[in-house]
Protein backbone atom coordinates (compact mmCIF):
# COMPACT_ATOMS: atom_id res chain seq x y z
CA UNK A 1 0.00 0.00 0.00
CA UNK A 2 1.31 3.23 -0.58
CA UNK A 3 0.27 6.22 1.00
CA UNK A 4 0.76 9.49 -0.30
CA UNK A 5 0.31 12.87 2.10
CA UNK A 6 1.38 16.16 0.36
CA UNK A 7 0.83 19.56 0.25
CA UNK A 8 1.70 20.21 -2.93
CA UNK A 9 -1.65 20.83 -5.28
CA UNK A 10 0.16 19.68 -8.81
CA UNK A 11 0.09 15.99 -6.64
CA UNK A 12 -0.03 13.15 -9.43
CA UNK A 13 -2.01 11.38 -6.45
CA UNK A 14 -0.08 8.31 -7.37
CA UNK A 15 -0.90 6.48 -3.75
CA UNK A 16 -3.66 4.12 -2.94
CA UNK A 17 -4.62 6.47 0.02
CA UNK A 18 -3.85 10.37 -0.91
CA UNK A 19 -4.04 12.80 1.44
CA UNK A 20 -3.13 15.95 -0.52
CA UNK A 21 -3.52 19.77 1.01
CA UNK A 22 -2.37 22.68 -0.85
CA UNK A 23 -3.29 25.02 2.33
CA UNK A 24 -0.10 24.06 4.34
CA UNK A 25 3.01 25.51 4.26
CA UNK A 26 4.53 21.82 4.43
CA UNK A 27 3.40 18.12 4.86
CA UNK A 28 4.23 17.65 7.98
CA UNK A 29 0.99 19.96 9.26
CA UNK A 30 -1.58 17.69 7.41
CA UNK A 31 0.78 14.61 9.74
CA UNK A 32 -0.03 17.14 12.90
CA UNK A 33 -3.72 17.76 11.95
CA UNK A 34 -4.32 13.73 11.24
CA UNK A 35 -2.78 13.10 14.92
CA UNK A 36 -4.89 15.81 16.57
CA UNK A 37 -7.95 14.56 14.71
CA UNK A 38 -7.24 11.26 16.18
CA UNK A 39 -6.51 11.97 19.27
CA UNK A 40 -3.55 10.69 19.39
CA UNK A 41 -0.26 11.12 20.99
CA UNK A 42 3.21 11.61 19.38
CA UNK A 43 6.06 9.89 21.16
CA UNK A 44 9.51 11.97 20.88
CA UNK A 45 11.18 10.71 17.76
CA UNK A 46 7.81 11.31 15.71
CA UNK A 47 7.64 14.88 17.35
CA UNK A 48 11.49 15.65 16.31
CA UNK A 49 10.58 14.13 12.87
CA UNK A 50 7.51 16.58 12.59
CA UNK A 51 9.45 19.50 14.50
CA UNK A 52 12.19 18.89 11.00
CA UNK A 53 9.70 19.09 9.08
CA UNK A 54 8.13 21.95 9.73
Known amino acids: ?3 NVDH ?4 LLYGKINVV ?13 TYDGLRVSFY ?3 AETIYFGV
Open 44 to 46: KKE
Open 8 to 11: HGDN
Open 21 to 33: DARPAASAQIVVT
Open 1 to 3: MCL
